[in-house]
């Protein structure tokens, strides 16, 4: 598991890996565009869900357990991206993803200027 820290008091969210490396492009892209989102998942214990706001100002870190870069799914981001800029937000489903093998035809490595496709309106 993977952690995304948010917010000044460092509150970390565990997130499997490979869905980390993709909300985190993500975020990086709607963030440098100025453009704020709310993102939610259920407990993995079932407990309850979380919600939070994500914006420029509020401090974030990506943890990951490897060290290599994860392969992006383009259209996995795509999926996400459209979530996003929905009026629910990004909700992210924890226990449905799974894992890209090493090499895949619709997969890049990631890459801090890596950018997802604006959803169609």
Do not use: C
């Amino acid at each position: 598991m993977a952690q995304l820290i948010y917010g000044a008091e460092g509150a970390a969210i565990q997130i499997p890996e490979h869905l980390l490396a993709h909300v985190k492009v993500l975020i990086a892209t709607k963030l440098r565009r100025n453009e704020s989102f709310m993102m939610s998942w259920r407990h993995p214990d079932g407990t309850g869900r979380s919600s939070i706001w994500l914006q420029p100002s509020i401090p974030l870190r990506f943890v990951f357990d490897t060290p290599e870069e994860n392969m992006i799914d383009r259209e996995l981001l795509g999926r996400l991206a459209t979530a996003a800029s929905s009026n629910g937000g990004l909700v992210l489903e924890l226990e449905d993803v799974a894992v890209l093998p090493s090499s895949t035809a619709n997969a890049t490595p990631t890459t801090a200027d890596a950018e997802v496709a604006q959803p169609a309106a």
